[in-house]
């Protein structure tokens, strides 16, 4: 038990603190523009598009969202630690009640630069339902939000290509498959 503890310290020395939470405040805009391009990322998933993916697939992602309760965008370590690992990282919670935690972004959260959108996005029938922030989004102009917006409709999509890559992509080719194409020398 002592073990334990002593390593929960380590770990809250290392990380600098409890990560942040987002608040209570409902953003009606922020909720229309993350549809906004919900929408878009969607619209995008076709084979003119984004060739290798099937045609079922924009179906297939409407789908995926209608599954999604919630959806929490909040920073690895919290709002103390400056360094490059203190990442992005979104939790989806299904409908049935499982989780999918720590879905990597690809972006820093520089606290020291701009403050992170930390939100909670609640989903009603595939659609955004309502955004919850603490409000710091109000304190910079509306187009400042898109990119962090745009970022989370697209990890937000793409969860499911890694869980169920048979929904969005074709079949991997088969052994015998790839033998009989280059005995038939064709691409």
């Known amino acids: 038990m002592l073990v334990l503890a002593s390593l929960t310290n380590l770990l809250t020395a290392c990380t600098e ?11 009606a805009v922020l909720a229309q523009l993350l549809q906004v391009e919900i929408d ?8 003119t598009w984004s060739p290798g993916l099937i045609p079922q697939a924009p179906d297939n992602a409407r789908a995926w969202l209608s599954e999604i309760d919630d959806v929490v965008a909040r920073c690895r370590y919290g709002p103390r630690n400056r360094s490059k690992h203190n990442l992005m990282e979104y939790d989806v919670t299904l409908r049935g009640g499982e989780r999918i935690n720590g879905v990597f972004s690809g972006q820093r959260c520089l606290y020291g630069v701009a403050q992170p959108l930390v939100m909670r996005v609640r989903f009603a029938q595939g659609r955004v339902g309502d955004v919850l922030t603490d409000g710091r ?4 102009p509306v187009e400042a939000a898109v990119p962090e917006l745009q970022k989370l409709a697209e990890s937000v999509v793409r969860v499911d290509w890694m869980r169920r ?3 969005y992509f074709p079949p991997e080719k088969s052994a015998a498959d790839i ?9």
């Open 17 to 27: 603190g409890t990560r942040e939470m987002p608040g209570s405040q409902a953003n």
């Open 40 to 47: 878009a990322e969607v619209g995008r998933m076709n084979p």
């Open 137 to 140: 989004e109000r304190q910079a």
């Open 165 to 167: 890559p048979a929904l």
């Open 179 to 187: 033998a009989r194409e280059w005995e038939q020398g064709r691409r």
